[in-house]
């Protein structure tokens, strides 16, 4: 699958370094939103969450933009746009979907991979940096916009 670098307006929005904002960027470059606007959005539907403790068990933190979006605020961010969720992934199946020409719909999707979230608009991977791992990365579902 094709790549192309870009930041979702990152830059214009005036941040700076290194992020984990991939939803953020994601969600942007997809639904043609400005990133700020995204930004913010994220982080007021965050402010409802509850708190979560990370992994190593060390930290209590809630979704953030630019370093962590957890999946419930994914799924109710998009869904505030009108977007619909199609998982591609069913317990036992296996990885029937990879981020590879051909194996998604046209048009343009905020596609969920491993650890990772990127715009993908008419087979045309968006982002900062190639996620694809060669055709083998692995997609469990995608967002699409409503019809019409």
Not at 47 to 52: I, S
Not at 81 to 90: K, S
Not at 119 to 131: E, F, Y
Request: aromatic share 8%; proline share 5%; charged share 25%.
């Amino acid at each position: 699958m094709r790549w192309q670098f870009d930041d979702g307006g990152r830059k214009a929005a005036g941040f700076k370094g290194d992020a984990g904002d991939c939803v953020c960027r994601a969600v942007a470059i997809a639904t043609g939103r400005p990133y700020r606007e995204v930004y913010d959005r994220i982080n007021g539907l965050a402010a409802a969450e509850r708190p979560r403790t990370r992994r190593s068990g060390r930290r209590v933190t809630r979704s953030r933009a630019r370093d962590g979006v957890g999946k419930a605020t994914t799924r109710a961010l998009l869904a505030s746009y009108g977007w619909r969720w199609t998982p591609t992934m069913q317990i036992g199946k296996g990885c029937t979907v990879h981020l590879r020409d051909g194996e998604l719909p046209p048009g343009r999707l905020v596609v969920q991979v491993s650890k990772h979230v990127v715009a993908v608009i008419d087979g045309v991977v968006h982002d900062t940096h190639d996620p694809g791992r060669d055709g083998t990365r692995c997609c469990y579902g995608f967002w699409q916009p409503p019809a019409g």
